[in-house]
């Protein structure tokens, strides 16, 4: 089951354009340096897929409703929607708060979660076509986003999202996740 989906889900999802999805409020503009021990070799991005079987009673479409809840939160965790960029004089990573906002994506699937077994064992080609892409930038004068979220809604009106999120930031997230596997 895994190779017929791989060859027809990147068929069956349609994109919509990236956007930004920014704080709902003002945010402090700063430039946080990271620590010593947030190294390259510790700059990796982490995919995680969450999904949500649909709701017989209430079938509206989710993707406003966590756009608004996602921008009401970055008013807390505002560090997420900077950028990462190098500094000129050392090459290390800081990160610039500026409230540019966090890349949000809006997929469609033309196929139930079911077909899919839920996302349980799914095929690696299969399941990227359902989270974000973060490319790091090695670059100095190139930044990038240290979080990015998509959401895809599946025909039986479930819905996942998925989320790509760098090491290099949120460690600590990835440490409690990878320990209670």
Known sequence: MANQTTQSLPFLLE???????????????EILSLSILDND??????????????NEENRNDPVSLLRKAFSDLLVYYYPLS??????????KLQLICRGEGVPFEVATASLDLSS??????????????????????????????P???????????????????????????VWLRSSML
């Open 116 to 145: 899919l077994n839920y996302i349980e064992n799914l095929d690696d080609q299969v399941a990227l076509q359902l989270v974000p892409e973060i490319e790091i930038a090695y670059d100095t004068n190139v930044s990038y986003q």
């Open 15 to 29: 994109k919509k354009p990236v956007e930004l999805v920014k704080p709902s409020k003002h945010t402090p503009c």
């Open 147 to 173: 979080l990015a979220l998509q959401v895809t809604k599946f025909a039986c009106g479930g819905f996942t999202i998925g989320t790509a999120l760098t090491h290099i930031v949120c460690d600590g997230f």
């Open 41 to 54: 070799f510790l700059n990796e991005v982490h995919a995680t897929i969450y999904v949500f079987k649909a």
């Open 82 to 91: 900077g950028k990462l960029m190098r500094r000129e004089n050392d090459q």
